[in-house]
């Protein structure tokens, strides 16, 4: 694709959700660093540890830095990821599938990972996105505490909202470690989520192309 054609900014800010529009506000003032850190090691005296003895002396400033990367989708802005498109698609008239976009998560409930593989397909309206950008995408929701179920509604809608396609199918699959490692115990269980907007949700023919592609003779 040419990079003259490329356009900044696809989107207007109006009529964006707001988890589209802007990284999100936080609901109460973000604590500093060290008292982040006495949390931690409140949290190895509670399992029983000694957060004095020398092995754990540095955990809890290693805790937050990874806390910092882990949750890093907390100060990133989904439209900024989408907003650089291309038109020079020399007549391409079909839906662009990018598959198992490989992602790891925290469950809202627990704080535990869930880890699995987004695919994702949308059929663009003149201009597309490259295609790296739906990985990022993926991301910014995915290093938040989440639900597999709103990040999926997340993400499709964002792509809607954005790149305003004829249609958007999300379907993501992963396994849950608070419900493999912990409580019920069920190791291997997978959970699958989707969302359909447009042509992917109206049109069943879409619906078994996207299905067929993901999971048949092509894929
Ligand atoms: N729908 C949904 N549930 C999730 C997700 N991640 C974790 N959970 C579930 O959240 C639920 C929380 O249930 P609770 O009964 O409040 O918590 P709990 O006592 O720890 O539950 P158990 O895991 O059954 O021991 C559990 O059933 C988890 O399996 C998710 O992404 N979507
Ligand atoms: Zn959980």
């Not at 498109?85 to 598959?99: H, I, N, P, S």
């Not at 003149?126 to 790296?132: A, D, T």
């Not at 990040?151 to 379907?171: D, F, H, Y």
Request: one cysteine or more.
């Amino acid at each position: 694709m040419d990079a003259k054609n490329a356009n900044v900014k696809a989107w207007p800010l109006q009529g964006l959700s707001d988890h589209v529009r802007a990284a999100p506000t936080p609901a109460v003032p973000r604590p500093a660093r060290e008292e982040a850190e006495a949390a931690v090691r409140t949290l190895l005296a509670y399992i029983g540890d000694d957060p004095n003895r020398e092995g754990l002396l540095d955990t809890p400033k290693r805790v937050i830095g990874a806390f910092d990367e882990l949750y890093q989708g907390y100060r990133e802005c989904p439209a900024e990821v989408l907003d650089r498109t291309f038109g020079e698609t020399a007549g391409y008239d079909d839906f662009v599938l990018v598959k198992d976009i490989s992602f790891n998560s925290h469950c809202e409930h627990h704080m535990m990972p869930f880890t699995g593989r987004a695919h994702i397909a949308y059929m663009p309206v003149e201009r597309v996105v490259g295609l790296s950008k739906l990985g990022r995408l993926v991301d910014v929701y995915a290093k938040r505490l989440q639900t597999q179920e709103h990040m999926t509604s997340q993400i499709a809608t964002a792509i809607n909202e954005i790149l305003k396609p004829r249609g958007v199918a999300v379907l993501i699959e992963a396994e849950h470690t608070c419900m493999a490692h912990r409580g019920v115990a069920k190791q291997g269980a997978t959970t699958v989520t989707t969302h359909f907007t447009g042509v992917f949700r109206d049109d069943p023919k879409e619906l078994v192309r996207f299905m067929t592609m993901l999971r048949g003779a092509h894929g």
